[in-house]
């Protein structure tokens, strides 16, 4: 069974940084794209960004230049490294992965203050 477990979400001041992470497990790691999406307040689940197998990757304009994506095999996890951040980064943040079926994580907060 696919499950994918989110970490490392908090309360951080504005211009600061959080490294989150989603644990894989039930699925070859090394196929398949896997994503992070945000749902802020009130506002509908949006993709923030996007890694596949080749390690290609692809970002939301919203956290370019600001947001990092990687993976590593080794250890069957993907990272979201999130520096400069902004009060309206402020959501829960989900990873996401499509392996006969979509399968997302519990969520993770992360809230930004002013």
């Known amino acids: 069974q696919v499950q994918l477990v989110e970490s490392g979400g908090g309360l951080v001041q504005a211009g600061g940084s959080l490294r989150l992470s989603c644990a894989v497990s039930?699925?070859?790691?090394?196929?398949?794209?896997i994503r992070w999406h945000r749902q802020p307040p009130g506002k509908q689940r949006e993709l923030v960004a996007r890694?596949?197998?080749?390690?290609?990757?692809n970002y939301a304009d919203t956290v370019k230049g600001r947001f990092t994506i990687s993976r590593d095999s080794t250890r069957n996890t993907v990272y979201l490294q999130m520096n400069s951040l902004k009060p309206e980064d402020t959501a829960v943040y989900y990873c996401?992965?499509?392996?006969?079926?979509?399968?997302w994580g519990q969520g993770t907060q992360v809230t930004v203050s002013s």
């Open positions: 039930g699925s070859p790691f090394s196929t398949g794209a």
């Open positions: 996401y992965l499509y392996y006969n079926g979509h399968y």
């Open positions: 890694i596949d197998s080749t390690g290609r990757t």
